[in-house]
């Protein structure tokens, strides 16, 4: 074996990042406090690279490297873009909010550049092994950024909670691998599917490592009933983190279910299929009637959360290129709307005031006009209303599930969303119709509003125009999974 | 002779776990800690991976758990507080343990698991298992290999950024400003009405003169 026969170069995106941020966090101890625009600035830079070398290493058919560890297909290629944007615009969002709340610091900048690349790790691996490296790379990041606050009760006790739940869902996906590799006698995504289609390996050990994989899956999405841990967190982690959680990991959680139920599992999917039915029912119908109940705007979107991965399961267990392509437009779409809105929460917020309560945003239409016009799309796209991008995403997901035949989790996946369009649009009621109770002021540079106003617009243009992007990404699942 | 060595070690290894949770005294609990990552080695060595299992005892027993020895002497943690709870969700959790565990041994031991006992390859006199743990991890395993050192880096930069707190009243020197003083920032020069000439010769105490002195420098 030699050098070039681990085909290195195709994983230069993630090689990059990785040294970046290394060479970032050494940067960072020379850049006093009151310079640390030069580690935000350093930071979007290695961003901006990192997606140029994604744009400029896109080929449609997939490339394997390190000993078959690695792939570039276009799935993990596109799904790395849309990381890679999710978390500029966290750092782009987060810039005064974590300033005012003493967190503005280099390792804020270290551990998300980390968790994305966890996440790009995720998206990429086709072993096993690998699979969970990249995911202990993200979560491990992820529990540090919620603690990161640590004067904060809130922000500790969470970082608590998804450090405990998270470590059992990693327990319990790490027992159904050696399940699998027990099986199968491999820990290659491509060499499990193979082996279990040609009829191969264990089927009674695979299925019994298949239900600890889809429990700990779920555990990692957040859907019922494993979501325990989504409220929590979302609620008490700083708003900044809440956005790098319910961003751009959705994708890293989309990339990784395909290499694990739609490559490696895939001669099971009649099995999973059942189990998704369960989880995707139950996720739609807690977190959207809960969400109805909460006061907060944190823990709504967590709710709202719950209800769209049900959404993302839906398209998944079709099982089929068009399920999958749904299922990642819905991912990709979802990680633009979740940004524009925590990106919206942390604009109201200023030094010593969350904006976290529901009743914190009456009257946000008449203050300001435009920001609120901006919270009405995001709003709208995240209840499906037509127009919008979110409305697309729900389409493309139903259509699959019809085609299917499933005429009855279409209708009860409808109906759930006509519930959930209910919190929504009390959001633009209150903003809208009601008196304010509190003086509403933005904080945030001029350069954060205008990237959040495009990325509201962004939701409004990909609804007028959605077959592009659909067309790509279905491309994309067509190209990248028979190998 | 295995099978039998592998049911001792087993037997100690289930009983020492089993202590580590019901052991009154933490120091107890971490010394039998000690013990079921030693049983975990024999086990690993009677599958002839000879490597992993000295490094486990080094890592673990030898580094590890001498590190944790000590913090569970130095803290003062009240664990009987701790445990409140223990004894009152042990019977629940013994439910839930033993359906579980029933659960798994009737999947597992029906027929269509086909789960049998495989012997171990031989391996050639000169084999030599640290060299091909070294091979494999340079090669097939390059990329895991990597990320889990930048998983390690990560919890390091973790483990700082979550615990580093420069303390209020921690004095120390900086050597800069130090260099950059000026007389004006030491030194103050009050003027002192000179006093009248006594009339009498009446000393003044030694205290205040001192008092004085400290004063004007």
């Known amino acids: 074996m030699t050098w070039t026969s681990l085909n290195a170069g195709i994983a230069l995106p993630e090689i990059f990042l990785l040294c970046a941020t290394c ?33 400029c290493g896109y080929s449609p058919a997939p490339e394997l490297a390190f000993s078959a560890m690695f792939v570039a297909d276009p799935i993990a290629t596109l799904a790395k873009g849309g990381m890679v944007l999710g978390v500029a615009l966290v750092l782009i969002y987060g810039r005064s909010y974590a300033a005012d709340r003493g967190i503005y610091k280099g390792e804020l900048y270290s551990l998300t550049l980390f968790s994305l690349s966890g996440m790009m790790v995720m998206a990429s691996a086709v072993n096993l092994l690998t699979l969970y490296v990249g995911l202990e790379l993200l979560s491990l990041s992820l529990y540090a950024l919620v603690a990161l606050q640590r004067d904060s009760v809130n922000a500790t006790e969470s970082a608590m909670k998804y ?51 889809v429990t700990g899956i779920a555990f990692k999405l957040g859907a019922v009933p494993f979501h325990m841990w989504v409220p929590d967190v979302y609620h008490g982690a700083p708003t900044v983190i809440t956005q790098l ?27 999973w299929r059942g189990m998704l039915i369960v989880l995707a029912v139950l996720s739609l119908a807690i977190g959207n009637l809960s969400a109805i109940a909460q006061s907060n705007i944190k823990r709504m979107f967590a709710y709202s959360t719950i209800s769209h991965m049900g959404f993302l399961l839906l398209g998944i267990l079709v099982a089929n290129p068009v399920g999958y392509s749904a299922s990642f437009f819905y991912a990709f779409t979802y990680v633009l709307t979740a940004a524009a809105g925590f990106g919206l929460v942390m604009l109201l917020a200023r030094n010593g005031f969350e904006a976290d309560q529901l009743d914190d945003y009456k009257g946000l239409a008449r203050k300001h006009p435009w920001f609120g016009f901006m919270m009405l799309m995001v709003m709208f796209s995240m209840a499906g209303i037509p127009v919008f991008v979110g409305f697309f995403a729900k389409l493309a997901v139903l259509k699959a599930v019809v085609n299917l035949g499933m005429v009855w989790l279409a209708v009860f996946a409808v109906m759930m969303s006509l519930i959930g369009a209910f919190y929504y649009l009390r959001v633009v009621k209150l903003m809208y119709f009601d008196e304010p109770v509190n003086d509403i002021t933005l904080s945030g540079g001029l350069g954060a509003k205008i990237v959040l106003s495009l990325n509201c617009l962004a939701l409004l243009v990909m609804g007028l125009f959605p077959n592009y992007l659909l067309s790509m990404l279905n491309d994309a699942v067509v190209f990248s999974l028979p190998l | 002779m295995t099978e039998v060595l592998f049911y001792v070690f087993s037997a100690v290894l289930l009983f020492a776990g089993l202590m580590v949770i019901t052991a009154k005294n933490p120091v107890h609990a971490a010394l039998y800690l000690v013990l079921s990552f030693f049983t975990g080695a024999m086990l690993w060595m009677l599958m002839q991976a000879e490597f992993l299992a000295v490094s486990l005892v080094v890592v673990y027993v030898g580094a590890v758990m001498v590190l944790f020895l000590f913090v569970v002497m130095m803290l003062d943690i009240n664990f009987e507080e701790l445990r409140k709870g ?31 006992g495989v012997t171990l390859m031989e391996r050639a006199p000169e084999y030599n298992n640290v060299r091909d743990l070294g091979v494999q991890i340079y090669t097939t395993y390059f990329l895991p290999f990597q990320l889990a050192a930048f998983v390690l880096l990560v919890g390091m930069i973790a483990a700082i950024a979550l615990t580093l707190r ?8 900086k050597p800069g400003e130090q260099v950059k003083v000026k007389r004006n920032d030491r030194l103050r020069i009050v003027k002192v009405d000179s006093e009248p000439k006594p009339t009498f010769e009446a000393p003044k105490p030694a205290a205040e003169g001192q008092g004085e002195g400290a004063k004007g420098e």
């Open chain 2, 86 to 116: 223990f004894w009152k969700f042990v019977p629940l959790a013994t439910v839930v343990a033993a359906i579980m565990a029933v659960e798994m041994v009737l999947i597992l031991t029906h027929p269509a698991a086909q789960l049998k």
């Open chain 2, 166 to 173: 420069k303390r209020k009243n921690t004095k120390f020197q």
């Open chain 1, 163 to 213: 450090f405990v739940l998270g470590a059992l869902a990693s327990g319990m996906l790490l027992y159904g691998m050696s399940m699998i590799y027990g099986a199968t006698g491999s820990l290659n995504v491509y060499e499990i599917g193979h082996r279990l289609l040609v009829g191969e390996g264990n089927r009674l050990l695979a299925v019994f490592g298949l239900v600890f994989i």
């Open chain 1, 245 to 271: 959680i319910g961003s751009a990991p959705k994708l890293a959680a989309f990339a990784f279910i395909i290499r694990l139920l739609a490559q490696a599992l895939e001669g099971f999917a009649p099995d």
């Open chain 1, 23 to 55: 060479a970032l966090l050494l940067i960072d101890l020379f850049v006093s406090d009151a310079r640390r625009g030069v580690t935000h600035a350093l930071a979007l830079v290695t961003l901006a690279i990192t997606g140029v070398l994604l744009w």
